[in-house]
C-alpha cells in the first residue's frame, strides 16, 4: 500500500513528540538508576562502617568513612557529566576525579588521616557497581515479561 502525503505530515508531525516522551522516560529510568546507586551505596556505608569500627578502632572507621563519602560525591559529579553528555554535551568532564585526588592529598598531609582505609572507603562506589551488575544478570526484568 502507498502512504498518503497526509499520512507522511502526520507521522513526522509526531514524531518530535514521541521522541520527546521516549527521552524523557529514558531520563527518568537514569535518573532511577542514579537513586538506587547512590542509596546502595549508602546502605554498603551503613554496614561497612560498623564492621570497620568492631574490628579496628574509631579512627580507622571515620576514615573509611571520609573515603566512602568521597566516593558518594564522585559517584554524584560522574552522574552529572553523564547526564550533561546525554544532552548534547562534546564530553565528560574530569572534574568529578579532582573530589578524590584533593581528599588523598589531604590524607598525605594529615597525621590523623590514613590513606588506605580512605582508599577503600572510596572503593564502595565499586562495590556498588558490583551489586548492581550482579543483580541485573541475575534476577530477570520482570517489565520485560509484561
Not at 6 to 35: C, F, N, T
Not at 102 to 128: C, D, E, N, R
Amino acid at each position: 500500500m502507498e502512504e498518503t502525503p497526509q499520512a507522511s505530515v502526520d507521522a513526522i508531525a509526531e514524531s518530535p513528540m514521541e521522541e520527546e516522551q521516549k527521552s524523557s522516560g529514558s531520563m527518568d529510568e537514569y535518573y532511577a538508576l542514579q537513586r538506587e546507586l547512590i542509596v546502595t551505596t549508602l546502605v554498603l556505608m551503613g554496614i561497612i562502617f560498623p564492621a570497620v569500627w568492631f574490628f579496628y578502632d574509631l579512627n580507622v572507621a571515620l576514615n573509611y568513612l571520609a573515603g566512602a563519602f568521597t566516593g558518594v560525591i564522585y559517584l554524584r559529579l560522574l552522574g552529572k557529566n553523564v547526564e550533561k553528555l546525554g544532552q548534547g554535551a562534546n564530553s565528560v568532564g574530569k572534574s568529578q576525579i579532582a573530589v578524590f585526588v584533593g581528599v588523598m592529598i589531604i590524607a598525605s598531609q594529615l597525621k590523623q588521616l590514613s590513606i588506605l582505609p580512605i582508599f577503600l572507603g572510596f572503593l564502595t562506589y565499586k562495590a556498588t557497581l558490583i551489586i548492581y551488575t550482579l543483580r541485573i544478570l541475575l534476577v530477570p526484568d520482570r517489565s520485560a515479561n509484561s
